[in-house]
């Protein structure tokens, strides 16, 4: 069993390869990932440079 601690960190959810669909299927799944969860979503695709440097730098924030 996890602990109940588990539940009170915050959640991140990072969607990959969104370059592959369409910018309104990336919304409909951000938006049923999103529904009745306390959690941010971002989205990376390997085409962009910064896509990595900003999940990296989101990361961090929630270690430090």
Request: charged share 35%; proline share 0%.
């Amino acid at each position: 069993s996890y602990s109940s601690k588990l539940l009170k960190k915050k959640e991140l959810i990072v969607l990959n390869k969104i370059d592959l669909i369409d910018e309104e299927t990336v919304k409909d799944i951000v938006d049923h990932f999103s529904k009745n969860r306390n959690c941010e979503i971002m989205t990376m695709t390997t085409l962009k440079k910064d896509s990595i440097s900003k999940i990296k730098a989101k990361l961090l924030t929630y270690v430090s």
